[in-house]
Structures are given as structure tokens and as C-alpha cells.
Nanobody, 123 residues
Framework: QVQLVESGGGVVQAGASLRLSCAAS????????MGWFRQAPGKEREFVGA????????YYADSVKGRFTISRDNAKITVYLQMNSLKPEDTAVYYC????????????????WGQGTQVTVSS
């Protein structure tokens, strides 16, 4: 059974940083893209960014480019989302996601989802 377990959300002030983690288990993810989506209250789920386990590149949404960084620890099968210079508009539930193919394919839809972790940025 595939599991994606997020952690690291919380409440911070604007300008602060947070790091989210996503621990994956239940299958081999070597040919999978792993990434992050977010959903703010009253809005549709939005792609944040994604990467591959093989180091084939990382792709970010324009809204977070330059502020957010995705990294991975292959040994721990864990993907991280480092969020810097947080803004109130970054407030959302952040979801870890996985799917076969490239990060661009993941953007269109994921096969596996985590349960989500809340990030709240106050002004």
C-alpha cells in the first residue's frame, strides 16, 4: 500500500521559512516524479513543483520560483519542500503527490496523494 506522509506545516509570520517533508513508502518510486500541490480556502488545487528521484530536473510554478526549493533524500525516500520568504498568499493545505513520468506529467495529475499539511502565513 502506497503511503505519502507529510509533516512540517505550521503557523509562521510573513517572511519566515518552513520546510515540509514527505516520506514515501509502499512501492518503488525510482521512475516516479514526486512533487507538491497546495489548496487555499475557496480555491482549486494548485501545482507547486515537482522533481524526479533520478535527478532529471525540478519544475516549479511561477508563483513560487525563487522562493521554494524541492529536494530529495533517496536513501530515506523522502522529498522536501523548503519554503522561504513566505507570504500570506502561500497559506494553504500542502499536499505531497507522486506519479509516473516527468514532473510536467505530474502537474497534470498525480496517482498518489498524501493527507495534506496546513501552512498558515500571517501578515
Amino acid at each position: 500500500q502506497v503511503q505519502l506522509v507529510e509533516s512540517g506545516g505550521g503557523v509562521v509570520q510573513a517572511g519566515a521559512s518552513l520546510r515540509l517533508s514527505c516520506a514515501a513508502s509502499g512501492r518503488t518510486f525510482s521512475n516516479y516524479a514526486m512533487g507538491w500541490f497546495r489548496q487555499a480556502p475557496g480555491k482549486e488545487r494548485e501545482f507547486v513543483g515537482a522533481t524526479t528521484w533520478s535527478g532529471g530536473g525540478t519544475y516549479y510554478a511561477d508563483s513560487v520560483k525563487g522562493r521554494f526549493t524541492i529536494s530529495r533524500d533517496n536513501a530515506k525516500i523522502t522529498v522536501y519542500l523548503q519554503m522561504n520568504s513566505l507570504k500570506p498568499e502561500d497559506t494553504a493545505v500542502y499536499y505531497c503527490a507522486a506519479g509516473s513520468g516527468s514532473p510536467y506529467v505530474l502537474k497534470a495529475g498525480a496517482r498518489y496523494w498524501g493527507q495534506g499539511t496546513q501552512v498558515t502565513v500571517s501578515s
